[in-house]
């Protein structure tokens, strides 16, 4: 009994109250063992609440890119309509920067440039949207779009993001309407 007693206090005294979270979504309890599950449901793929209020989304296009008008008035209400916000770790302020209309039949893996094609697969989604395999090709008329909802606007030293909170990459077609794939990564 006193055994059991004194593992338990240990376990405390050796894991801080937060690295222990509940996903919102599946109710899955979650220990922080890597940066990723830090940040996401290992379950579900949810991104951890930062806070109790819905993320804000502002949208953007990154300078210096050549990207129509009705391209970008079209993205801008697909993710509305995609309910992208809902889908940020609450208490977050994203930004989602336009970067780039990509080519049809470029490969998932080179469609994410964040990340080193060989890496692309390695990355988590974001639910509910869908996350594809690295060797399919686009269809036409894809935008890539990058979100940084973030928690802390500064990153720690040699932060590869620069923030603190988590960063997505999306691949938006203006065919369908959707958002085509989707990948997510803890940032800090
Ligand atoms: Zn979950």
Redesign the pocket.
Known sequence: MVAVVGLVALWFLVVPVTAIWR??????L?LDKALREAAF??????PRPRGRDRATLAIAVRPKARIAREVVDRVREILTEEKLADALPLGTTATATIVAEIESGTTIAFAHPTWRPGGVDLVGGLPPYPRRAPLETLPPDIVRVEVEAVELASGGMGSYFGFVGVFVSLLVSLTDGKIWDARASAAR
Do not use: E, F, N
């Open positions: 996903c919102r979504k599946c109710g899955r979650m449901c290992a379950r579900c793929g949810a």
